[in-house]
Structures are given as C-alpha cells and as structure tokens.
Nanobody
Framework: QVQLVESGGGSVQVGDSLRLSCAAS????????IAWFRQAPEKAREWVAR???????RYADSVKGRFTISKDSAKNTLYLEMNSLKPEDTAIYYC????????????????WGQGTQVTVSS
C-alpha cells in the first residue's frame, strides 16, 4: 500500500530555514508527479511546489525563489528546502502524489501524508 510520511517541521523564527522530507513507500518517487501542499489555520489547502518524473520543478508564486523541491530516487524521498521563512509560511505541510502532473488542484492527487507542522514566529 502506498504511504507518504512527512518529517522535518518545527518552530523557527522569521528568516530561518527548514528542510522537510517525505519518505515514500509502495511506489518510486521517480515514476510519478509528487508535490507539496500546505494548509494554514482557517484557510484552504494550497499548492506549494511539485516535481515531475523527469525532475522538473515548479513553484507557486508565493514561494518562488525561497523554496526548493527535490527528490532522491535512491532513498525514495521527496524534500522541500525552505529558506527566508515568513510568518505567512506557517501551516501544516503535506506531500502528495499522483500518476502524472496536470492540474495542481488537491483533488487530483491520490495519495497524501499526515502532514508536518511548520510555525514561523517574528
């Protein structure tokens, strides 16, 4: 059965960095579209970044230039390096996977992790 497990969240200050990890089992991260989403309190879940089977990354405008998505196929793990963190980055971060990259709507993703909390304080 496909499982995704996020880790690496925590509480940091404005301007700090964090690296999130998503360990996958049941499939190879190199064969699917895999992405990061986030959900802040009382807000809708939003797409953050994705990487396709060819390794091509794309980012939401809100994080472009600050976040970097990557994957290690040998470790079957997805990463999100977050730099220059802002209070508005505070959210639960989820990794998600689908067969191929198309629309980044959350409903198009078949598999989800449990999430990891990121809190950015000023």
């Amino acid at each position: 059965q496909v499982q995704l497990v996020e880790s690496g969240g925590g509480s940091v200050q404005v301007g700090d960095s964090l690296r999130l990890s998503c360990a996958a089992s049941g499939y190879n991260v190199g064969t699917v579209c895999i992405a990061w989403f986030r959900q802040a309190p009382e807000k809708a879940r939003e797409w953050v970044a994705r990487i396709d089977s060819g390794g091509w990354p794309r980012y939401a405008d809100s994080v472009k230039g600050r976040f970097t998505i990557s994957k290690d196929s040998a470790k079957n793990t997805l990463y999100l390096e977050m730099n220059s963190l802002k209070p508005e980055d505070t959210a639960i971060y989820y990794c998600a996977a689908t067969r191929r990259c198309a629309s980044m709507a959350a409903g198009n993703f078949d598999y989800w992790g449990q999430g990891t909390q990121v809190t950015v304080s000023s």
